[in-house]
């Protein structure tokens, strides 16, 4: 599991900066913080929508849907929130 993630913060990281500065902001929007926290559950989370124990199947759906979901965050922030943390990229 910590493979799994160490792997996907290295394809997110830029995406999970701009996230936390966000979050961190204080005109940070409530469902923002919802959002994220959903994410974050279903990272961690043993039901996935693809098994496990599914050889490489069961770690492609955390690959792929988790920064989709980061990526669907960070596009619906409020234009001044995105433009104060896009430096954080």
Do not use: C, N
């Amino acid at each position: 599991m910590w493979k799994r993630l160490s792997l996907l913060w290295t394809l997110v990281r830029g995406d999970a900066r701009q996230l936390w500065a966000a979050l961190r902001h204080p005109a940070a929007p409530g469902w923002l913080k919802w959002g994220t926290a959903l994410v974050a559950l279903y990272l961690l989370s043993p039901v996935d929508l693809v098994p496990d124990w599914i050889p490489f199947l069961g770690a492609i759906d955390d690959l792929v849907l988790v920064p989709l979901a980061i990526r669907w965050l960070l596009d619906r922030l409020p234009p001044e929130l995105a433009r104060t943390t896009a430096g954080r990229r």
